[in-house]
C-alpha cells in the first residue's frame, strides 16, 4: 500500500519546499542576486521526494548540476542552500560550490555534480563503500536522460551489475538534455531497457505521481536493502524551466510549457489524488502550503543578508593537512 | 572594414570553410540545438550560439547534434578524420576534457607519429575556457596547459576576433588535430575583420605593444589585460613590450626571446594554476635561452594553486587581475 496520511504529507511538505525554493531562486536570480548558472528542478519535485522518501541520513544520493531538489529532499538545510546558491558565508558548501554544486554531506547528500555522467561512477563507490562495510544501506544517483547516454553511466551499470552493488540508478527523462530532445539522442528509446540489457531490473513511473513514484522507488529500496544487487527506476517527467535560467527555450514548440504546467503539475495531481484519497484535506495542504512560503521566504531573506565569504578563504579546504 | 565580435568571426570562420570544402562537418552537443524538438531545429547553435545559422544552411548531415558522449564526439572526429573528413568538434567546455582526454591525447595526437606517418588527424576541437562568470569549479578552468604539453596537438588561443578568424581558418585547413580554446568572456568583444578569408600562421607572435622597458607575455584573455596595463604604465613612463603568442604550440619562442633581450625583463601571465603552466614554461625557456639578458628576476602572474571558487569575491581574488599585473611589472622594474 501507497502513502499513508503521514507520509503523504512529508512528501507533500518536501515537494512544495523544493517548488517554493526554486521558484524564490529564480525571482533572486532575476533580480541579479544569484551568481552564475541555475538549473531548477521545478516539475520534477515528485521523483527527488518519493525516492528520499525511503532513505534515511545513513544512505547516500548523489546529483547532477540540477541538484536543489535533491538536496531538500535528502533533508539539506535550506537557510545553507539559499546561502550557497548566493555564494555568501555560512552556505553549505562555505561559498565555493555553488548552485551546481549543492550538497549536504552531513544527510548522505554527497554532492550535486556539473559533469553530466560524473554521478553514477562515484555512486557505485557509494555502493561499494556500503557492501564492503557491511551496512544495508543504499546510494542512489539523480542522473538525467542526457546523462544516460554518457560512457561513464554505462561503465558503472555494468560494474554494480558485476560487484553485486546497492546502488540504484534513478534516471529522470525530463524529454530534453539542454536543447536536445531525448527522443533524438537516447537511440534505445527507453533507459530503462538498457539498464536492463545491463543484468539488473529496471522499473518505468509516472515521474509525475508521487503515489506510483514512492511505489517503485520502494521496491527498489528494498531490493538493493536485500542485497539482490542494482536496480534502475526510469521516472518519465517535465521540466518546467528552461535547462538553465534565461534559456529562451526556442526548441520547445509554442504553448507547451505552459500546457505542461497545467496537465502535469506534480504538486497539482498530488493534491488532487489525495483529497481524492482522503489522505488530506485541503486546508491540511493549503496550511503547508503557507508554513512553507514563510519558511522560504525567512531563507532567502537571510541568505541576501549574509556577507560574502572572506577572501582569506580562498586557499582553504585544498587539502586536509598543511600542504 | 566591418567591425565583427569574436563570436561572429568563428562562425564566419566555419561557414566559410564549410562553404569552401565540403568535408568539413561541425559535430558536437547541440551545435544546432534542437534536435528531436518540435521548436527551432537551429535554437541553440552551441551554448553559446556560436554554431548558430550552420544548421540552416549546410543541414543535418554536415551539422551534427550528439549525445552527451564527448568521448564518441572526439572519437568520431578522430576516425573520421583518418577517412577523409575535416571535422570541427565543439566541448562545449573545456573543464569537460577529461571525459575525452583519451580520444584526444591517446589517439588524436599520435596517429601520425604511431603509423610511421601515413595517418592523419584534421581534425579541429573547438573549445570555450576561462573563468569570471561564477561557473564554479568544474565550469570555469582554462586546461590549455594540458594540452599544451602533448606532442601531436597544436594549440591556438585566439585573443581578439580578427585572430579568432584567421586562426581558425588555418586550424581548419591544418592536417593535423588542433586545439581551439576560445576565451569565453571575449565572445561579445569586437574589432575589424576583414569579409574575405585570410589565415594566420601558427607559431608567430603578435606584438600589441612595443616597449623597452619590460616584456610582458599573456595568454587568451590576460593579454587584453596587459595591453590596458601597459597603456596605463606608458604615462608614467614605463614602456613594455605585450605579446601575444597566439599558439602555445607551436610556440614564437624566438619572438619572446628577441623581446626579453632588449627589454631584459620578463612578466609572463596566464590563468591557469601557477604549477607546471604555461606561465612556468614559458619562464623556464626564458631562463635557459636568454638568462644573460636578464636584468630582473622573471615574474609569474597567475592563478592562485586552488579550484576556481564560487563567490564573486574569491573568485575574482582566484583570478590574475590588472592590479596584479601591474604590480608585477613595478616589483622589476624596482628590482635593484
Ligand atoms: C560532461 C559534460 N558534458 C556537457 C555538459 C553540459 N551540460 C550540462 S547539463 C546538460 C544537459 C543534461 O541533460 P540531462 O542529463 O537530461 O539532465 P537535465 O538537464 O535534463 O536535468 C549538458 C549538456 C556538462 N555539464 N558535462
Known sequence: MSLDKKQFLDAYRTMRTIRDFEYRVSDEFGK?????????????????????????????????????????????????MMKEIMGKEGGSCAGKGGSMHIAAIEKGMLGANAIVGGGPPLIVGAALANKTLGTDRVAVSFTGDGGSNQGTTFEAMNLAVVLKLPAIFMFENNGYGEGTAADYSVGSKDIAGRAAAFGMPALKVDGADIFAVYDACKEAVEHCRAGKGPITVEASITRFRGHFEGDAQAYREKGEVKRLMEDMDCLKIARAN????????????DKIDKEVAEYIAESAEAGLAAPQPSVSELMTDIYSSEY | MPIKTYRQAINEAMAMEMRRDSTVIVIGEDVAGGAGCSGDRDAYGGVMGVTKGLFPEFGEARVIDTPITESAIMGAAAGSA???????A?????????????QIYNQAAKFRYMFGGKAECPMVVRTMAGAGLRGGAQHSQNLTQMVT?????KVVCPTNAYDAKGLLIQAIRDNDCVIFVEDKFLYETSCEVPDEDYTIPFGEANFLREGSDVTIVGISNTVNKAVAVADR?????ISCDVIDPRTTSPLDEDAIIESVETTGRLVVVDEMTPRCGLAADISSIV??????ALRAPIKKVTAVHSPIPFAPDLEDAWMPQEADIEAAVREVMGYK
Open chain 1, 32 to 80: 541579479g542576486n544569484i551568481p552564475g548558472f541555475l538549473h531548477l528542478y521545478a516539475g520534477q519535485e515528485a521523483i527527488a521526494s518519493g525516492m528520499c522518501a525511503h532513505l534515511t541520513d545513513d544512505d547516500y544520493i548523489m546529483s547532477t548540476h540540477r541538484g536543489h531538489g535533491h538536496c531538500i529532499a535528502k533533508g539539506g538545510d535550506v537557510g545553507e
Open chain 1, 274 to 285: 489525495a483529497i481524492k484519497k482522503k489522505l488530506a484535506t485541503k486546508a491540511q495542504l
Open chain 2, 82 to 88: 583518418q577517412a577523409g573528413l575535416r571535422p570541427i
Open chain 2, 90 to 102: 565543439e566541448l562545449m567546455f573545456m573543464d569537460f576534457l577529461g571525459v575525452c582526454f583519451d
Open chain 2, 149 to 153: 604539453m602533448v606532442p601531436g596537438l
Open chain 2, 233 to 237: 604604465l606608458a604615462a608614467e613612463g
Open chain 2, 287 to 292: 631562463a635557459e635561452k636568454a638568462f644573460g
